[in-house]
Nanobody
Framework: HVQLVESGGASVQAGESLRIACKAS?????LAWFRQAPGKEREGVAS???????EYADSVKGRFTLSKDSTKTWLYLQMTDLKPEDTTTYIC?????????????????WGQGTQVTVS
């Protein structure tokens, strides 16, 4: 079991940058960021599994960068050149599986989310 707590969401202008963070209660998990707008399906944004493989959604490649700190309990999503269509709730997800990607079914644990608004 892992607890996930997100932080860092904010309101920014288009073109600006923002870093959001997820604190995991354990380091032995594959982690990912998803986002979900009202009335839409949850979308995988970026993931890093226990092998260190990182994946990005096509919509954020080149703009978003995923990273972990040395303790492997903090997951960061550095977002640059933000667009209004990036506006939504960003949710941290975790799984004990060694291999995980951008599918919601890969993950069993979810945070409450942090809101990012781009105008």
């Amino acid at each position: 079991h892992v607890q996930l707590v997100e932080s860092g969401g904010a309101s920014v202008q288009a073109g600006e940058s923002l870093r959001i963070a997820c604190k995991a209660s354990s380091s032995s998990f594959s982690l990912a960021w998803f986002r979900q707008a009202p009335g839409k399906e949850r979308e995988g944004v970026a993931s890093t599994d226990r092998y260190g493989v990182i994946e990005y959604a096509d919509s954020v490649k080149g703009r978003f960068t995923l990273s972990k700190d040395s303790t492997k309990t903090w997951l960061y999503l550095q977002m640059t050149d933000l667009k209004p269509e990036d506006t939504t709730t960003y949710i941290c997800a975790g799984t004990a599986a060694w291999r995980a990607g951008l599918k919601t079914t890969d993950y069993q644990y979810w945070g409450q989310g942090t809101q990012v608004t781009v105008s």
